[in-house]
């Protein structure tokens, strides 16, 4: 090897190094692919377990299989107002300390009846002119949306529209000698 690359890769690697320590690694990353928010992924991680926990996987599939994190996350970068969009991150941002506050843990170590619970009492929360009722009624309209946006997302997913309620959009044919008992599968007509 030349010893002339041989200093220009020490050169580069040592002036690397030394880069390294002025690196600020604390901070969670935001994702990219939402414009209009700031979401991280552990906040993300915590709109899949709400969603889980409202449509969870049994017989068939649930909302985190269907990837309806994803679809909130879209809805509420696209079709909220920019005043709706911080009043649904400001609620996110302060769920994690409102479940610790009313359960006494943190929503990923509750039990599957004590997060329907806590879920059922956030979305009963209104606020007042007090800071601490804003930022209830901020949880309450994160938890409102994401549970409104998790029924949609789940809904009109390909494997519910496909597979357990098959969609279509011209009825079928008519016929009225066909007795109540013989109808096999429901459609749903839009």
């Given at each position: 090897m030349n010893r002339r690359h041989a200093?220009?890769?020490?050169?580069?690697?040592?002036?690397?190094?030394?880069?390294?320590?002025?690196?600020d690694f604390s901070k969670e990353d935001i994702l990219a692919a939402y414009e209009n928010l700031?979401?991280?992924?552990?906040?993300?991680?915590?709109?899949?377990?709400?969603?889980?926990?409202?449509?969870?996987?049994?017989?068939?599939?649930?909302?985190?299989?269907?990837?309806?994190?994803?679809?909130?996350?879209?809805m509420v970068n696209d079709c909220f107002t920019k005043e709706n969009q911080e009043k649904f991150t400001a609620g996110l941002e302060a769920f994690p300390e409102y479940a610790e506050k009313t359960a006494g843990k943190k929503f990923a170590d509750l039990g599957t009846k004590e997060k329907e619970t806590l879920l059922l009492q956030?979305?009963?929360?209104?606020?007042?002119?007090?800071?601490?009722?804003?930022?209830?009624?901020?949880?309450?309209?994160?938890?409102?949306?994401?549970?409104?946006?998790?029924?949609?997302?789940?809904?009109?997913?390909?494997?519910?529209q496909t597979e357990i309620i098959p969609y279509s959009l011209i009825p079928g044919e008519y016929n009225g000698a066909v007795l109540i008992a013989d109808i096999q599968k429901t459609r749903v007509n839009g």
């Open positions: 200093l220009r890769h020490i050169a580069l690697i040592s002036g690397g190094l030394a880069l390294i320590p002025s690196c700031k979401i991280t992924a552990t906040q993300k991680a915590l709109i899949a377990s709400i969603s889980d926990s409202i449509i969870p996987a049994g017989e068939i599939k649930g909302a985190l299989d269907l990837a309806v994190p994803d679809f909130i996350l879209v956030g979305l009963a929360l209104t606020g007042d002119e007090n800071p601490e009722g804003t930022v209830l009624a901020q949880v309450g309209y994160f938890l409102s949306s994401t549970k409104r946006f998790t029924i949609q997302g789940y809904m009109v997913s390909e494997y519910i």
